[in-house]
């Protein structure tokens, strides 16, 4: 779910507010907008060096 669903569902409910806000409540919360799982980070291409 994004911020802007997140968003889109509390104004269904009554609520206006900012996807900023949402966004710094969840982080207060702990919770991240990570995509991937933890620990499930891309492949490196091959041939690549990191830094």
Do not use: W
Request: hydrophobic residues 35%; positive net charge.
């Amino acid at each position: 779910m994004t911020l802007d669903e997140l968003c889109l569902e509390l104004a269904a409910r009554g609520i206006d507010v900012h996807r900023a806000t949402v966004g710094r409540f969840l982080y207060q919360l702990g919770l991240s907008n990570k995509k991937k799982p933890e620990g499930k980070r891309a492949a490196q291409t091959e041939g690549r060096q990191g830094a």
